[in-house]
Structure formats: C-alpha cells, structure tokens
C-alpha cells in the first residue's frame, strides 16, 4: 500500500497552460505538505495545511494554490505556467506539524514547461 | 546565503569506510531532519533531533545545540548508501533545507 501518493508522476504541458497535480495520504496524518525540487535539486517548501487549513504559506507567486478538500489529500494548482516552474514536486505528510514529526514523502511529479 | 550550510558538498568512498556528513545552522531552531535522496529521487526520512543522539542500524546522527552542527554518520558504508543526503532545520514556522551532500560509495 502506497502511503503518499501523487498523481501525475510526468507532466509536460505548454507554458501559459493550468495544471494540477495530486496528493493523497492513507496513514492518517494530519499535515501535508507541498515542495519544490528545482533543477539544482534544492528543496524548499511551499505550503503547508494542517486538517486542511493553510498554516505554512512560502514566498510563493500566486498562480501557485494549494487545495486541500479533505484532510487525506492536498492537491496543487498552477496557473498560467512558466519555464521556471520546471521543478520536480514532492508532496508529503507526517502525523502532526513541523518539529519531531516524520515526513512521509511522495514518490514526486517531474513537471516540464515547455 | 543559506541559513543552512552542508559538507562536504560531494563525497565519494570507498566500501567500508566511515563517513560523516555535516550540517550547520546560523539560527536557534526547535528541531533538525536528515533525509536521504535516493539516485530514483525518492526521499526518506531518516532522523529527526533536537538534542543529543539518535542510531538506527549503521547510521548515526548527532547535534550540538551550542555550535549549531550536526552530524550524519555512516558506519562499514556500503554501495547502497549511495545518495545525496540532506539537512533541514526548522525554526519558528519555518523548514529550511540544506543543498545536500552527494555521496558515492564505491565497491
């Protein structure tokens, strides 16, 4: 059983286009959270929800909007795609918020604008 | 600059040696993560600490509040342990990364 799951795991879509990319957890964790790898593979996180509520919310630009319907899924919605936005994106989980919580992460979406 | 600086920044081995990845912070933090990035790009979580010591299996993570430094050390490396490792600190609201050490353990 997967226990952080993102769907699509490629994405190559034109630049101007939306998209979304999804999230779901099965190990009932409260938090989810959202990452950028960029091209030099540094990681920095974009959001964070706790039971669905936005508590992390990074410099991020806004065609970047996270959605979380349930507390089992956190999915990503992007606007308006531009080249930058090339990253690979990590979705992940742990049982409560930042500190000594566990970070259960998803296998990652290689997004490509072209 | 980063709050948080890794090193070395590549590493390679040879099987069977002792390996230790450092990590250091310029901020008071509540808590510190390993992660291991595999070469498929999967992440794992390896450690979290705020204080003292943590072991499990051939791997063992250290802090030092005071000197804001940490360690990863890895025992009898082995080919497998092959991955980039990665430090994170979290302090207020906020999860910083490191840029990840690449290590190579060669057989």
């Known amino acids: 059983d997967t226990a952080v799951s993102q769907t699509p795991k490629y994405l190559v879509t034109q630049m101007g286009n939306d998209k979304s990319i999804k999230c779901e957890q099965n190990?009932?964790?409260?938090?989810m959270y959202w990452y950028k790898q960029d091209s030099k593979k540094f990681l920095k996180i974009m959001f964070s929800?706790?039971?669905?509520?936005?508590?992390i919310n990074e410099t991020v630009p806004n065609r970047f909007s996270p959605k979380s319907p349930d507390k089992a899924h956190l999915n990503l919605h992007i606007n308006s795609l531009e080249l930058g936005d090339s990253a690979v994106y990590f979705c992940?989980?742990?049982?409560?918020?930042?500190?000594?919580?566990?970070?259960?992460f998803g296998p990652g979406t290689r997004l490509t604008v072209l | 600059k980063n709050e948080v600086e890794q090193s070395p920044q590549n590493l390679t081995a040879q099987e069977g040696e002792f390996i230790t990845i450092n990590c250091s912070y310029s901020?008071?933090?509540?808590?510190l993560h390993w992660l291991q990035q595999h070469p498929g790009g999967g992440i794992v979580s390896l450690f979290m600490?705020?204080?003292g010591k943590k072991k499990h299996g051939r791997l063992i993570a250290t802090i030092n509040i005071q000197e804001k430094h940490s360690s990863l050390h890895i025992t009898a490396s082995h080919p497998r342990d092959s991955a980039v490792y990665i430090c994170a600190v979290i302090y207020g609201n906020k999860l910083v990364f490191g840029a990840g050490t690449i290590l190579r353990v060669k057989s």
């Open positions: 901020v008071g933090i509540s808590a």
């Open positions: 929800y706790n039971n669905k509520e936005l508590i």
């Open positions: 992940a989980s742990s049982q409560s918020g930042l500190g000594l919580n566990e970070q259960f």
């Open positions: 190990l009932g964790h409260d938090t």
């Open positions: 600490l705020s204080s």
